[in-house]
């Protein structure tokens, strides 16, 4: 047994007790959730439970989406390796199948799936992938022991029609007069509650790697009224963020409104003609679901506790990437932003108690989860994946394994759908850079082929808002040095 294996057993002493060798894990990811949140200072979205749970826990400020939209990040999450290395680079790459085919054409294993290999009882539920788990499904029984399903409600729907069919389609927000269990996420949280119950009472000695993805906040922003109510309408402020200047649009800003043509209520409008009242509804109704998200959370960890399970059970928190709400005239996802890939973190290791309620600004991607876990719960870590262990941050917050952290874009260069793509890089010494170039994504370019460069000081001492000023013309040198990070691979 080297040292890295024996450590965490040997602070985990009350699971010994109990027979069991390895700690358990609770992998909680929620859909589009942004990092503007109260555990990360003034926020006006109220999450009470994620707040209590950052005193038990270790909060961290720059963790990052490696790919700024659900398929491809969670595929990279998935198989810690990063989108243009193997990993998935379009949505629907990002469904659990072709993630796990890939990632085998590469010698890796699902995180899940390398769980299971372990000893592990993995249960999964609810939108880890691009999919939700689907019970009976094959590739659901490669990651999972057992599978949770999460057939509830999500938003009610009116017919209307699309290019001359008939199509039935979710208005953007719903207040429901459902409960909180009836509701798609509600429902597959009350059924991890029981399987943690019925797994406490069993006696056996195996430890269990829980996965639950919830959709909320992403849209239809529909919840139950109840969530609705904590706010006010009055008091909804819609941002007066503007683009930043001197880019490229096409290349880093995404389209105005994609979000709005697949709701039936908003499909008639974009990014500029969408009345102020629905805007004002839509930041309403996303504060709403993150409310109920984080309602079930606390649920989660509710039942960890009540099944004395939470002091021997390893808890990560996230979310798939990060979100706007009209920033930049913009809504949902998919730039390069800091507010579209930077992403809520927090982690709680058991045997790291002396540094709860700490907040660190190590740098981590979505793709380190996986090799954290394996070192926190003493497995080898696997060969050929890209993530970094931040086990040890865990112990001091001071420490990072990274200095800098990548994201990944393909995108439609021209009009005549030409490709090009782009990278960013966020690095400790506080700037956000990023590359634009016109070819596949895949295609590493030389320096002589990017045609556009941004270059923000997002993290300056004592900086608390987001900078939109693009610098790149006023650091050359500093400029050279982050376009030689970002043209590496790592
Ligand atoms: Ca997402």
């Given at each position: ?89 379009y ?159 096409h290349y880093?800003?995404?389209s ?154 393909p995108r439609v260069a021209k009009e005549d759908h030409s490709k090009g793509a ?14 634009w170039?016109e070819g596949e994504l ?49």
């Amino acid at each position: 047994m080297n040292f890295k294996t024996f450590l965490p057993l040997m602070l985990l002493g009350t699971s010994l007790l109990h027979g069991q060798s390895k700690p358990n894990v609770l992998f909680i990811i929620v859909d589009d959730l942004m990092k503007q949140l109260e555990v990360y200072g003034d926020s006006p979205i109220k999450t009470p439970e994620l707040l209590k749970f950052s005193k038990e826990a270790m909060t961290f400020d720059r963790a990052y989406a490696q790919y700024p939209l659900c398929g491809p990040s969670r595929a990279a999450l998935m198989t810690s390796r990063f989108p243009d290395n193997g990993g998935a680079t379009y949505n629907k790459a990002g469904k659990s199948a072709m993630v796990q085919k890939n990632a085998a054409k590469f010698g890796v294993q699902t995180m899940p799936a390398y769980f299971k290999s372990q000893g592990y009882i993995t249960v999964g539920g609810g939108k880890l992938y691009h999919n939700s788990v689907m019970p009976d499904k094959a590739d659901t029984a490669v990651d999972f022991n057992v599978a949770l399903s999460n057939h509830g409600h999500d938003g009610k729907k009116k017919k209307v029609k699309v290019d001359g069919k008939i199509k039935k389609m979710t208005f953007i927000t719903e207040a429901s007069n459902k409960g909180p269990f009836e509701h798609k996420d509600g429902l597959l949280v009350k059924q991890a509650k029981d399987w943690m119950a019925q797994h406490a009472g069993s006696g056996e000695g195996k430890p269990f790697f829980m996965c639950i993805g919830l959709k909320k906040p992403h849209s239809p922003y529909s919840c139950p009224k109840s969530f609705w109510d904590i706010y006010k309408r009055e008091e909804m402020e819609v941002s007066s963020v503007k683009a930043p200047n001197d880019i490229l649009s096409h290349y880093s800003l995404s389209s105005p409104d994609a979000l709005l043509k697949v709701h039936s209520d908003t499909m008639k409008y974009d990014g500029v003609t969408l009345p102020h009242a629905k805007k004002e509804e839509m930041i309403h109704g996303y504060q709403a679901c993150v409310s109920y998200a984080d309602f079930l959370c606390g649920e989660l960890l509710k039942a960890l506790k009540e099944n004395e399970l939470y002091d021997n059970t390893i808890v990560v928190f996230t979310s798939d990437h990060g979100y706007k709400l009209g920033e930049y005239d913009r809504w949902a996802k998919y730039t390069l932003h800091e507010k579209d890939t930077v992403v809520p973190f927090l982690v709680r290791a058991p045997q790291h108690k002396g540094q709860f309620g700490r907040k660190t600004k190590a740098i981590v991607g979505l793709i380190d989860i996986y090799p954290s876990l394996a070192e926190l719960c003493g497995l080898p870590i696997p060969d050929k994946i890209d993530g970094k262990s931040f086990a040890k941050t865990l112990s001091d917050p001071n420490w990072s394994e990274r200095q800098y952290i990548r994201a990944v874009l393909p995108r439609v260069a021209k009009e005549d759908h030409s490709k090009g793509a782009g990278v960013s890089i966020i690095h400790e010494n506080g700037y956000r850079y990023h590359h634009w170039w016109e070819g596949e994504l895949s295609s590493f370019p030389k320096a002589s082929d990017i045609v556009g460069y941004e270059l923000y000081d997002h993290y300056r001492e004592n900086q608390t808002a987001i900078s939109t000023r693009n610098i790149y013309k006023e650091k050359p040198e500093l400029l050279t040095q982050m376009r030689e990070l970002a043209l590496r691979k790592d």
